[in-house]
C-alpha cells in the first residue's frame, strides 16, 4: 500500500473505522474514500456496487458494522444477523468484482464458542456452540470470515480477517441501553460522582472476564496486518490480559473518584463467562498492544468529557 493508495474505510464515523482513519492520516496515507451511511448504505447491494465502479478503491479497511453491547446484540437479534450479514457481503463480493487489492475485514471475539477452551486459539472457530446472547452478531461475523477466505481460495483475492477483543476509546457509544460496559460503567461513574449517589449498579454478577484493547492500538494492528500480512488465516488482535467485570469497575470507580458502593443486578445477564485471545499469531506477525488499560480509561474519560458524551440520558416516558 503506498502513500498514495486510493483507501477505502468503511464505517470511519464509527469508534473503529474513527480510529483506522486517524492512524492512516498519521502515517502520510492521503488519498482516503470515506462516505456516512447515509451516502452509501452498505446494506444496499446496487448501492455498494455504484459505489465501487464510481470510485474504484485500491484497498478497503472493513470497519462498518452494526454494534452494541450484550442488552442491544440480545434486543435487536434481527437487525444484528441482517444489517451484518448484507455489509459484509455486500462489500466483499464488490471488493472482488471491482478488482480491490487488499481488503481488512474486522470481525469479533464472540466468534468463539461459549465454552471453548481459554486463550482463544484461530482454529478454535466453530468447534461448539456459540453464546446465546450474540450469536446472530457472531454467525454474521463468521459469514465475513467465510466470505475473505472462499473468495481467496476461489478467486485468488487477497481478503484477510482480523478478530479483536472488546474495543474501547475516542468514539465509543455511551448510551446505557445499547453500549458495551467499559464506556457504560465510565459514565455511570461519573453521574453518580456528580449527582453524589451511594451506589452504581453493575449488570450481572460481576464475575465474568473480559478482555479489553483501546482502539487506536486496534488500528495500529490492523495497518500492520495490511501492511504485512497475507494468510488465509484470521488473526485475533487483543492485549492476552484480562479482567473480571467487579475489577473493571473498581478500576473505574477509582479513575473517575466515585467513593459509592457497586450493586449487581442478577436479572441482566453475564453473558460468556470468559473471552480471552491467543494473541501469540499476531506477535509472530510482528504486532503487540501498547495501551495499558488504566492509560486507555484515563484517555477514553477525557474524550468523552471532552465530547459532551457523559450528560444523562432523557428517557421520555410514554403517556
Ligand atoms: O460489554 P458487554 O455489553 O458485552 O458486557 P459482551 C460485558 C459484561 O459486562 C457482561 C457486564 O457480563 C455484562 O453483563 N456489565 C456490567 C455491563 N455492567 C454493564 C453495563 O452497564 N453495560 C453493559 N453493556 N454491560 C458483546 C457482544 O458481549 O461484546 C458483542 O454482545 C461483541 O457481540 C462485543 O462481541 C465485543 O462482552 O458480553
Not at 498519521?26 to 474514500?33: A, E
Not at 479483536?164 to 461513574?189: C, E, M, R, W
Not at 459509592?260 to 443486578?265: A, I, M, Q, S, V
Not at 504486532?287 to 421520555?316: P, S, V
Request: hydrophobic share 40%; glycine share 8%; aromatic share 10%.
Amino acid at each position: 500500500m503506498e502513500k498514495s493508495s486510493k483507501i477505502y474505510v468503511a464505517g470511519h464515523n464509527g469508534m473503529v473505522g474513527s480510529a483506522i482513519v486517524r492512524i492512516l492520516q498519521k502515517n502520510g496515507y492521503k488519498n482516503l474514500v470515506l462516505r456516512s451511511s447515509s451516502e452509501v448504505d452498505l446494506r444496499d447491494q446496487k448501492a455498494v456496487q455504484q459505489f465501487f465502479e464510481a470510485e474504484k478503491p485500491e484497498f478497503v479497511f472493513l470497519a462498518a458494522a452494526k454494534v452494541g453491547g450484550i442488552l442491544a446484540n440480545n434486543t435487536y437479534r434481527a437487525n444484528f444477523l441482517y444489517d451484518n450479514l448484507m455489509i459484509a457481503s455486500n462489500v466483499i463480493h464488490a471488493a472482488y468484482q471491482f478488482d480491490v487489492e487488499k481488503l481488512l475485514f474486522l470481525g469479533s471475539s464472540c466468534i468463539y464458542p461459549k465454552l471453548a477452551p481459554q486463550p482463544l486459539k484461530e482454529d478454535y472457530l466453530l468447534s461448539g456452540e456459540l453464546e446465546p446472547t450474540n450469536e446472530p452478531y457472531a454467525i454474521a461475523k463468521i459469514a465475513g470470515i467465510k466470505l475473505c477466505e472462499t473468495y481467496r481460495d476461489q478467486y485468488g483475492a487477497n481478503f484477510i480477517s482480523a478478530m479483536p477483543t472488546n474495543l474501547y476509546g475516542p468514539n465509543d457509544n455511551y448510551n446505557l441501553q445499547t453500549s458495551h460496559v467499559l464506556p457504560a460503567l465510565i459514565k455511570k461513574f461519573h453521574l453518580a460522582k456528580e449527582k453524589g449517589l451511594a451506589e452504581v449498579e453493575i449488570w450481572g454478577s460481576g464475575s465474568p472476564l473480559r478482555e479489553f484493547l483501546y482502539v487506536d492500538d486496534l488500528a495500529e494492528a490492523c495497518l500492520h496486518l495490511m501492511l504485512h500480512y497475507n494468510g488465509k488465516q484470521f488473526v485475533n488482535v487483543g492485549s492476552g490480559k484480562e479482567i473480571s467485570i467487579k475489577d473493571l469497575a473498581l478500576t473505574i470507580k477509582n479513575i473517575i473518584g466515585f467513593e459509592g458502593e457497586l450493586t449487581f443486578d442478577s436479572s441482566k445477564p453475564d453473558g460468556t463467562p470468559r473471552k480471552l485471545m491467543d494473541v501469540s499469531f499476531l506477535k509472530e506477525a510482528g504486532w503487540e498492544y501498547k495501551t495499558e488499560l488504566e492509560d486507555g480509561i484515563r484517555m477514553a474519560y477525557e474524550d468523552a468529557l471532552e465530547k459532551g458524551k457523559l450528560a444523562e440520558e432523557i428517557h421520555l416516558k410514554q403517556s
